[in-house]
């Protein structure tokens, strides 16, 4: 499929995981991206195998807003437009209210929170024009809670509201705004969650489809909700988590 030929996609924390996934899903069909992310090597990887006219580079930190005006401008200036603006970067920090620390909960809130908006505020006047789309990625940890996670919960958290906020406000222009809520997916950050045996059998337990996601399973929904296919579809938080969310939280029998 070529759904996004001459489509301009803008993808942050593209170097790996479920960024990386989803800038080489655009590409398979036909959108010009452009990868953001911290480091330049990642981002070079991602890029190799695609033409140097299909693909732009932006070594960005997402929590700086000159950084982000900056590889917004340069992507309309290579591309001559946007159409699709993929908010993927974040991070994480362990921790309840009691433990963290202020500089992690600040790392979290800059990153996870600040970096949406500003992407989304750099990208609506361009948006406007293509009658773009927005995409959040957020998590099952923005529809409920965690056990020691209270910086990216309340992140999530905020991610998934402000998705909501943004598809009423902006409608009126022909932007739709969504979100993906991803469970378990098999990325760098969760490397370490994947060897501990005991913990994913308890995951199992809570999935429908026993399992994990990789990323390109949130990649295919974020392209579909990216695509023609979703045009009257915004506001909408959606799970990408095997069943998860589907649970009363009842044991399996």
Same mark, same amino acid.
């Given at each position: 499929?070529? =759904? ?13 995981? &479920? ?5 080489? =899903? ?8 452009? %990868? ?6 990642? %981002? ?11 693909? %732009?580079?932006?070594?960005?930190? &997402? ?8 590889? &917004? ?7 001559? =437009? ?92 022909? &932007? =739709? ?60 938080? %959606? ?15």
């Amino acid at each position: 499929m070529q =759904r996004f030929a001459d489509k301009v996609v803008v993808v942050t924390g593209a170097g790996s995981g &479920i960024g990386k996934a989803t800038a080489e =899903r655009f590409l398979s069909e036909g959108a010009m991206v452009t %990868l953001v992310g911290r480091t330049k090597a990642k %981002l070079e990887g991602v890029a190799k195998p695609y033409a140097e006219d299909r693909v %732009l580079l932006a070594e960005a930190d &997402i929590s700086n807003d000159g950084d982000v005006r900056d590889l &917004i401008s340069r992507t309309v200036e290579k591309f001559g =437009r946007l159409d699709v603006l993929v908010n993927n970067a974040g991070v994480v920090a362990q921790g309840d209210v009691g433990t963290l620390t202020t500089d992690d909960w600040r790392t979290v809130m800059a990153t996870d929170v600040d970096g949406v908006f500003y992407a989304s505020r750099a990208a609506i006047p361009h948006l406007k024009s293509s009658r773009g789309s927005i995409i959040n990625v957020s998590s099952v940890s923005g529809t409920g809670g965690d056990w020691g996670m209270a910086a990216y919960n309340a992140a999530k958290g905020a991610i998934t509201n402000l998705t909501r906020a943004m598809a009423m406000d902006h409608g009126k222009d022909g &932007i =739709r705004v969504n979100a993906v809520c991803p469970s378990l997916t098999r990325t760098g950050m969760t490397e370490d969650m994947m060897d501990d045996d005991k913990l994913i059998a308890k995951f199992n337990e809570r999935f429908a489809l026993r399992g994990p996601g990789e990323p390109e399973d949130v990649a295919a929904v974020i392209a579909f909700l990216a695509s023609d296919d979703a045009r009257f579809v915004t506001g909408v938080n %959606l799970p990408v988590d095997g069943g998860m969310s589907a649970s009363n939280g009842q044991p399996p029998q």
